[in-house]
């Protein structure tokens, strides 16, 4: 898939604000500071398109793009750790899965992971909710770069061997370092697979 445009539409305090459409929607989301809005100005080739900070929490409403004319991008708030008050994690964390359930166009939910880690507690059941949900979904390991390939292999064998403790099979996944590229054309044409099946 070539990415032709990526422009913002708005930002919206709540799933009830978004817009109604047909066309499909990929969300993006995942701890703070994973990565998240670097990645997304990575696959739609546009450095500032979405705000990144080097403070965890910067991303607090929901933040929609449409690409192409012909789908939304969304980039949600981060979950788990940030340097907000409780009261607000807890308001994000509500934002998402409200999101997750109720936006019917939502074709799949890409969970950032920072491959630098061991499994993560609130990764796993925030996907295990998921799960349960029946939301689609696909793990997005970011920041494969920043580790050497061994190291990064490591912890991924070790996220599959959590989830396949839970999961009969496991969801779409991704490998993917923002400043080298990598992972952008399996997102992207990931993506395009999944419209050409939706008509929009």
Known sequence: MN????????????????????????????????????????LVSKKKLAKTSQSPGKTQLINQFIINDK??????????????????????????????LNREN????????????????????????LGEKQVPFAMVFTKIDKLSSSAVN???????????????ALPEIFETSAEQLIGKKEILNYIDKINSTVKI
């Open 154 to 168: 490591k912890n991924i064998i070790n996220y599959k061997k959590e989830m396949l403790k839970e999961w009969e």
């Open 71 to 100: 789908w939304y991008l969304t980039d949600l708030p981060g979950y788990g750790y940030a340097k907000v008050a409780k009261s607000m994690r807890k308001d994000f964390n509500k934002l998402i899965n409200e999101y997750a």
């Open 106 to 129: 939502l074709m799949c939910l890409f969970v950032l992971i920072d491959s630098r880690h061991e499994p993560q507690k609130n990764d796993l059941g925030f996907m295990r909710w």
């Open 3 to 42: 990415i032709k445009s990526a422009e913002f539409v708005s930002s919206y305090v709540t799933y009830k604000d978004c817009p109604k459409s047909e066309m499909p929607e990929y969300a993006f989301v995942g701890r703070s500071n994973v990565g998240k809005s670097t990645l997304i100005n990575m």
